[in-house]
């Protein structure tokens, strides 16, 4: 079978740096376009040639292994030349700011760039100094747009809607560009959002994003349709913001008595990696309610989406 | 130097002398360096044979401000700003004392330095520039420097920069050893474990874009605790620059108290809030941060009443190397030197300060707290004078900025009013060309 492209949708603008500034159509143009290439991304036959002729470079200043493959697959399978590049490694090593880094990789004129960074605000530095497409794949806790992309996805595809949906957020919500561009996102499509976690990993006035705030899961989780978890790092787990991963998985980890406070439909999202035993039990990772594994494959489109949308809108497209 | 040392008679000009709240249409005559009269009608008649005569058309003259705090990069960053640049940036800005700070390298720690700083700045400065020296040794905040030699040698104040002393054993001993030689000392009230990670102000904005929050309590709690130490020790001191309105109650009990004890604000923190950072801009970093409104206005308001004694420029040169960086990652501050006084007229032009306030703030009462002759129009007073035209409007173009850097928060803004000459003891140091 042959998935023939339907959707026509243009991302009108340059670059995708955040969730934040995208209109409520931008977001459901995407995810309609992302659709499809869920279908194609099942056939066997899953290569496009839309960006046949481009250059894609992942840029990433932070590691990362599934943003940046599931990046890198999408490019290829639209027919894109991608070339992964890991600069932790070397040239800032050496003494080259981001700024050069950029200046150089420009002139091999790439026509997408997807860039991790971890401090906020560096992505969009650096698509202030080059001439194609960037792509925010994660800047420090600033935004993480594909990620709450694919989220939106996932839920759409399991609920049929995303508009009056409770949706909990849990965790290490200070440090989570995740949680930011999802309660943008969630918020700009109608969800109902909750943000919990100790409060030294809020945010002083997140409220102001327009969420619930709350200290206990159990009033979290009462009636939530989407329970989505953070990743805690390692180095926040012992002492620092909280005392440790015993006490934090006592009162916020995921088990099936927490979960059961939600709706008996809830379903659960994490956007990897997970720290099982810290914030999400085995068991619940693993279980029926689960959309993880989904939410990987709801990458990919996503990613796909993205890049096409986005080179549609490139000069000589 | 523009002009020889001939006598200058600034005639009908608006006088403005803070130290004896004078504000009145007259001249002014300059001779040998020092101030000989102010009065209605001196006149071209009354002056000596030579006098150049300039006719102010009713324009302000004032003292020559006293800038209480200026990082210059001299000696060992001399990227940053030399003495020359940084006093041809003053003299612009109408800065005829440059009070310099002591984070150099090697850090202004020791009379020989202090020596150094003051015979670079005679042989190859326009402006008078007097150095603040530190107050720990390295400014490490362990060891207090040798305070009686280094203010015999020409140190004005103590302090340790942008750096907080936290341990309050060394800051107690300071104070009380210092009390001994009637030292003031500078304190940058921060606790640097409370910013932590932080680069702005903590707060919604901070949440919004990702970035680590430094709180007002931050602030708050160092001032606290050194007002204690001043009413154990009764040292003077000053606060080099407060931000937030939880300051100024501490400031204000302190004061009612009777402790010897005054504080600043920056021209930036009078002028700009945290909202300017907008997306990440890095010329609107400084430390300690820019704040929300509310604490902007009150201390605009504590300025008007004197809670607050100074507002200073809080010059702090940092060139692209160190600012087109990502904004965590980028250095704090902001070159204010040439700017000072043209961002202050903002508040005289929005009636939140008169014209006598600000200039008092910037120059009569940090010469009055350094003990420093300048700041008056007093006859006998240094010939350190200024004229303003506070209504011209003009477009800041950072290219012709004096400074070695360009970190101006005020890159094309629209400002009103200009320095149009400023004498220094008795020489014309700028004059604006198209006057």
């Given at each position: 079978?042959?998935?023939?492209?339907?959707?026509?949708?243009?991302?009108?603008?340059?670059?995708l740096?955040?969730?934040?500034?995208?209109?409520?159509?931008?977001?459901?143009?995407?995810?309609?376009?992302?659709?499809?290439?869920?279908?194609?991304?099942?056939?066997?036959?899953?290569?496009?040639?839309?960006l046949?002729?481009?250059?894609?470079?992942?840029?990433?200043?932070?590691?990362?292994?599934r943003?940046?493959?599931?990046?890198?697959?999408?490019?290829?399978?639209?027919?894109?030349?991608?070339?992964?590049?890991?600069?932790?490694?070397?040239?800032?090593?050496?003494?080259?700011?981001?700024?050069?880094?950029?200046?150089?990789?420009?002139?091999?004129?790439?026509?997408?760039?997807?860039?991790?960074?971890?401090?906020?605000?560096?992505?969009?530095?650096?698509a202030?100094?080059?001439?194609?497409?960037?792509?925010?794949?994660?800047?420090?806790?600033?935004?993480?747009?594909?990620?709450?992309?694919?989220?939106?996805?996932?839920?759409?595809?399991?609920?049929?809607?995303?508009?009056g949906?409770?949706?909990?957020?849990?965790?290490d919500?200070?440090?989570?560009?995740?949680?930011?561009?999802?309660?943008?996102?969630?918020?700009?499509?109608?969800?109902?959002?909750?943000?919990?976690?100790?409060?030294?990993?809020?945010?002083?006035?997140?409220?102001?994003?327009?969420?619930?705030?709350?200290?206990?899961?159990?009033?979290?989780?009462?009636?939530?349709?989407?329970?989505?978890?953070?990743?805690l790092?390692?180095?926040?787990?012992?002492?620092?913001?909280?005392?440790?991963?015993?006490?934090?998985?006592?009162?916020?980890?995921?088990?099936?008595?927490?979960?059961?406070?939600?709706?008996?439909?809830?379903l659960?999202?994490?956007?990897?990696?997970?720290?099982?035993?810290?914030?999400?039990?085995?068991?619940?990772?693993?279980?029926?309610?689960?959309?993880?594994?989904?939410?990987?494959?709801?990458?990919?489109?996503?990613?796909?989406?993205?890049?096409e949308?986005?080179?549609?809108?490139?000069?000589?497209? | 130097?523009?002009?020889?040392?001939?006598?200058i008679?600034?005639?009908?000009?608006?006088?403005i002398?803070?130290?004896?709240?004078?504000?009145?249409?007259?001249?002014?005559?300059?001779?040998?360096?020092?101030?000989?009269?102010?009065?209605?009608?001196?006149?071209?008649?009354?002056?000596?044979?030579?006098?150049?005569?300039?006719?102010?058309?009713?324009?302000?003259?004032?003292?020559?401000?006293?800038?209480?705090?200026?990082?210059?990069?001299?000696?060992?960053?001399?990227?940053?700003?030399?003495?020359?640049?940084?006093?041809?940036?003053?003299?612009?800005?109408?800065?005829?004392?440059?009070?310099?700070?002591?984070?150099?390298?090697?850090?202004?720690?020791?009379?020989?330095?202090?020596?150094?700083?003051?015979?670079?700045?005679?042989?190859?400065?326009?402006?008078?520039?007097?150095?603040?020296?530190?107050?720990?040794?390295?400014?490490?905040?362990?060891?207090?420097?040798?305070?009686?030699?280094?203010?015999?040698?020409?140190?004005?104040?103590?302090?340790?920069?942008?750096?907080s002393?936290?341990?309050?054993?060394?800051?107690?001993?300071?104070?009380?050893?210092?009390?001994?030689?009637?030292?003031?000392?500078?304190?940058?009230?921060?606790?640097?474990?409370?910013?932590?990670?932080?680069?702005?102000?903590?707060?919604?904005?901070?949440?919004?874009?990702?970035?680590?929050?430094?709180?007002?309590?931050?602030?708050?709690?160092?001032?606290?605790?050194?007002?204690?130490?001043?009413?154990?020790?009764?040292?003077?001191?000053?606060?080099a620059?407060?931000?937030?309105?939880?300051?100024?109650?501490?400031?204000r009990?302190?004061?009612?108290?009777?402790?010897?004890?005054?504080?600043?604000?920056?021209?930036?923190?009078?002028?700009?809030?945290?909202?300017?950072?907008?997306?990440?801009?890095?010329?609107?970093?400084?430390?300690?941060?820019?704040?929300?409104?509310?604490?902007?206005?009150a201390?605009?308001?504590?300025?008007?009443?004197?809670?607050?004694?100074?507002?200073?420029?809080?010059?702090?040169?940092?060139?692209?190397?160190?600012?087109?960086l990502?904004?965590?990652?980028?250095?704090?501050?902001?070159?204010?030197?040439?700017?000072?006084?043209?961002?202050?007229?903002?508040?005289?032009?929005?009636?939140?300060?008169?014209?006598?306030?600000?200039?008092?703030?910037?120059?009569?009462?940090?010469?009055?707290?350094?003990?420093?002759?300048?700041?008056?129009?007093?006859?006998?007073?240094?010939?350190?004078?200024?004229?303003?035209?506070?209504?011209?409007?003009?477009?800041?173009?950072?290219?012709?900025?004096?400074?070695?850097?360009?970190?101006?928060?005020?890159?094309?803004?629209?400002?009103e009013?200009?320095?149009?000459?400023?004498?220094?003891?008795?020489?014309?140091?700028?004059?604006?060309?198209?006057?």
């Amino acid at each position: 079978m042959n998935i023939a492209a339907t959707s026509s949708f243009v991302l009108n603008r340059r670059h995708l740096l955040g969730i934040e500034g995208l209109s409520r159509d931008e977001i459901v143009g995407l995810l309609d376009l992302a659709e499809e290439f869920v279908e194609l991304n099942r056939q066997i036959e899953k290569k496009r040639t839309s960006l046949r002729g481009r250059t894609q470079i992942n840029l990433f200043f932070e590691s990362s292994t599934r943003t940046q493959s599931s990046f890198e697959l999408a490019g290829k399978r639209l027919g894109a030349d991608v070339m992964n590049m890991a600069v932790s490694s070397s040239a800032m090593k050496k003494g080259e700011t981001l700024i050069d880094t950029a200046m150089t990789l420009n002139a091999m004129h790439p026509d997408i760039l997807v860039v991790r960074h971890h401090a906020s605000g560096a992505v969009e530095l650096l698509a202030q100094k080059v001439d194609g497409s960037v792509i925010n794949a994660g800047d420090g806790a600033h935004e993480h747009p594909t990620q709450a992309l694919l989220d939106a996805l996932t839920i759409r595809r399991n609920k049929g809607r995303i508009e009056g949906l409770i949706v909990a957020i849990c965790g290490d919500v200070l440090h989570s560009r995740v949680a930011r561009s999802n309660i943008i996102l969630l918020n700009a499509l109608g969800a109902r959002v909750r943000v919990v976690g100790p409060s030294t990993l809020l945010p002083p006035h997140i409220e102001r994003l327009g969420v619930e705030v709350t200290r206990d899961m159990r009033e979290a989780l009462h009636d939530a349709d989407i329970v989505m978890m953070l990743r805690l790092q390692r180095e926040r787990m012992n002492g620092s913001f909280v005392p440790s991963t015993q006490e934090y998985f006592a009162y916020f980890g995921l088990d099936q008595k927490k979960l059961a406070y939600a709706k008996p439909d809830a379903l659960v999202m994490h956007p990897g990696p997970m720290n099982r035993g810290v914030e999400i039990a085995s068991s619940v990772a693993d279980g029926a309610q689960s959309l993880i594994r989904e939410q990987v494959e709801m990458g990919v489109a996503v990613r796909m989406a993205v890049l096409e949308a986005l080179s549609r809108n490139l000069p000589n497209a | 130097m523009l002009s020889d040392r001939r006598p200058i008679l600034l005639a009908n000009a608006r006088i403005i002398d803070p130290s004896r709240d004078l504000d009145f249409p007259g001249d002014l005559l300059i001779a040998d360096g020092v101030i000989r009269d102010t009065k209605r009608g001196i006149g071209a008649a009354g002056v000596p044979e030579g006098t150049e005569v300039i006719d102010c058309k009713g324009r302000i003259v004032a003292p020559g401000l006293v800038d209480m705090r200026a990082f210059v990069g001299e000696p060992g960053a001399e990227y940053r700003d030399t003495l020359a640049s940084a006093s041809q940036a003053a003299a612009a800005g109408g800065v005829t004392t440059i009070i310099c700070q002591p984070d150099t390298s090697p850090a202004i720690d020791d009379p020989a330095i202090v020596d150094f700083i003051m015979r670079r700045a005679r042989d190859t400065a326009i402006v008078h520039v007097q150095p603040m020296a530190a107050l720990t040794k390295g400014l490490e905040g362990k060891e207090m420097t040798e305070i009686g030699l280094l203010k015999a040698a020409g140190a004005v104040a103590f302090t340790d920069g942008t750096r907080s002393v936290t341990n309050a054993q060394v800051m107690r001993r300071t104070m009380t050893y210092g009390r001994d030689f009637d030292a003031l000392i500078v304190h940058h009230t921060e606790d640097p474990d409370l910013i932590g990670e932080g680069v702005m102000n903590e707060g919604e904005l901070a949440t919004r874009l990702g970035l680590h929050g430094i709180p007002t309590a931050a602030e708050a709690v160092m001032l606290e605790r050194d007002m204690r130490l001043v009413a154990l020790t009764g040292c003077r001191y000053h606060a080099a620059s407060l931000t937030c309105r939880e300051s100024l109650e501490i400031l204000r009990r302190a004061k009612d108290a009777g402790l010897p004890v005054s504080a600043a604000a920056s021209i930036n923190h009078l002028t700009l809030n945290e909202i300017d950072i907008g997306p990440y801009r890095t010329f609107f970093k400084l430390t300690p941060p820019l704040r929300g409104e509310d604490d902007r206005k009150a201390l605009v308001e504590a300025v008007a009443s004197g809670l607050i004694d100074i507002v200073m420029s809080d010059h702090n040169p940092q060139d692209v190397e160190t600012k087109r960086l990502p904004f965590a990652e980028a250095a704090p501050g902001a070159i204010g030197l040439e700017t000072m006084l043209v961002a202050g007229l903002r508040l005289v032009h929005g009636g939140h300060l008169s014209l006598i306030q600000l200039i008092a703030a910037m120059s009569t009462k940090p010469a009055e707290l350094l003990g420093l002759p300048g700041g008056n129009l007093r006859n006998g007073a240094p010939g350190d004078v200024i004229v303003i035209d506070p209504d011209t409007s003009w477009i800041l173009d950072p290219a012709e900025l004096k400074s070695k850097c360009k970190n101006t928060p005020f890159d094309e803004a629209r400002l009103e009013g200009r320095v149009i000459r400023t004498i220094v003891a008795g020489r014309t140091a700028y004059e604006y060309a198209s006057a």
